[in-house]
């Protein structure tokens, strides 16, 4: 059985700790959500850009290994200062 969610006045949705935790979001998280047919949704942690996402990918359990050719796409951005 799901989860229940109350949609606020504001269409507002408050989503409750066990399910920040089950999809492995934290503060500053951002998350992806993807509209599919029959009014359903997918909910995802969107991945952060840069070099914080590459660093943060390193310790992260919920996002794949990073490829070589990102990390060193991650490096290069990292010593030219991109965020």
């Known amino acids: 059985m799901g989860v229940m969610l109350t949609v606020m006045a504001k269409g507002q949705v408050t989503f409750r700790k066990e399910l920040l935790e089950h999809l492995g979001a934290g503060p500053g998280d951002q998350l992806e959500v993807e509209m ?7 909910v995802r942690v969107a991945p952060k850009e840069g070099i914080e996402g ?3 990918c390193l310790r992260s359990s919920r996002q794949n290994a990073p490829s070589i050719e990102e990390m060193n796409e991650a490096a290069a951005d990292g010593w030219a200062g991109k965020p």
């Open 36 to 42: 599919l047919p029959s009014g359903r949704v997918e």
């Open 54 to 56: 590459f660093i943060g």
